[in-house]
């Protein structure tokens, strides 16, 4: 079993998974490989899971309702433990005092019209229970965060992958399956709905280190200034001053950008927000409001081949041109060749194989008189690998690559050849060529 995102999640041997920080959430793909050893089938299952502190953080209006929920719980499904018990607190600014609220044991906790004196408050959820030994236990959910916003500057928003047009899971807020080379196409309408008088704006647009702009445009005009201020090793920020745009009431914003080197899938989400002021009855207020969550799905679009070492039976009794058979545990269903499939398009993969050089024993300095074959059963072909790169195999189109193994009596096999064998361990390396056609 492996995760999409090892940044996020640990997963081991026994399918339990471990979060790497509890102050980090996010979303991660679980996949998992079984093999059938009879039918020599592999089915492979995946899910997309949360991991995370339990509470999200919540982006509101003013007088608007809203209820942070404990991911994974509801009151319907608790269990009717007595000695489960939920607090809820508030917090005025991360770093205030905790107040306790009067939502005790709920899983949910809901507020109802909004003020502008909650903006920025913090909250979270405390569990006590007591244990197996008989002591009081507690643990906590995260601190969620509470922004309140007016609607002064609308920001809508989408994106498009212009490369790859035809991915039936790509929505306006959400790209699948990115590589690298793709070009995408981030468009967002501003809008002073409220036609208020306003002194400066800025948008900032959050985008991932893998991604760089090829062109920013705004209504017209082209040459447009802007900062990249890094903000994580997963993340940097566009910031863009509009203050020089404040007297328009729409504003369409066209970003180009081109994705770079992919060398793990993750996943990535953008939210942008603009800062800003405006005049209300002759003071300054302040205002932000985001746009919708835009979502990104990286890929590598490669396939990562594990290659396992393959050892031979002893030979215990020298036969000039007889076969020597490798060992059963590098025989089906165990496989040659695992394979982590991460492409787009599949298309067909043609495997090859040579060998480097003579099977050779280091501690008697003796080359083994012998010869690997490729044994093609399907054609009744016999290739000397050591001659040049042989042919072992081709997927079809269409066909994700999982694994390659052989049976007793075909892959590659040992022919012993006339000539002496003096006592000793011998190897060679195999170098392996994956070839994929367009």
Known sequence: MVTSDDTIAHINSNGEITPVDSDYSGNILIKALVKNFINKKNKIAEKEIRVGGGLDDIDAKLGD?????????????RDDAD??????????????????????????????????????????????YTDEH??????????????????????????????????????????????????????????????????????????PLQVDITKLKINDEQNIEYKLQTESLKRKNLI?????????????????LKVGPISTNFEFESKPVIYGTYLENNNDSSYHNYGSTISF?????????????????????????????RLNDTNAPNN??????????????????????????????????????????????ITNVSDHPAFVAISTRDQKLHYLNW????????RLKPGSINPGNYETTLNWTFIESA
Request: charged letters at 20%; a negative charge; aromatic letters at 8%.
């Open 65 to 77: 309702n809203v209820t942070f929920k404990i991911q994974g719980l509801s009151d319907d499904k």
């Open 83 to 128: 000695d489960v018990s939920i607090d809820w607190f508030q917090k005025k600014s991360a770093h205030g005092d905790c107040i306790k609220l009067p939502h005790n044991n709920t899983t949910e906790l809901t507020l109802n019209n909004l003020e502008s004196k909650l903006d920025g408050s913090m909250y979270h959820a405390v569990f006590s």
């Open 134 to 207: 008989n002591k009081k236990r507690s643990f906590q959910t995260n601190d969620a965060q509470l922004t309140i916003s007016n609607s002064i500057i609308g920001i809508d928003n989408q994106i498009q992958n212009t490369t790859h047009k035809d991915d039936p899971l790509d929505t306006k807020t959400n790209l699948a399956n990115v590589a690298k080379d793709d070009k995408l196409t981030y468009l967002l309408h501003l809008s002073n709905a409220n036609k208020t008088n306003l002194k400066d704006q800025t948008l900032v647009i959050p985008l």
């Open 240 to 256: 863009i001053d509009l203050t020089k745009f404040k007297d328009r009431e729409d504003l369409n914003i066209e970003l180009n």
């Open 297 to 325: 799905h990286f890929i590598t679009n490669m396939f990562f081949p594990s290659i396992h070492d393959i050892t031979f039976n002893p030979i215990q009794t020298y036969a000039p041109n007889s076969l020597i058979y």
């Open 336 to 381: 040659i060749i695992d394979f982590d499939d991460q492409r787009r398009n599949f298309n067909p993969v043609k495997i090859m194989v040579a060998q480097s050089h003579a099977l050779y024993d280091q501690k008697s300095k003796a080359y083994l008189p012998a010869v690997l074959q490729i044994h093609n059963l399907t054609d009744n072909t």
């Open 407 to 414: 049976n007793k009596n075909e892959g590659l096999l040992l």
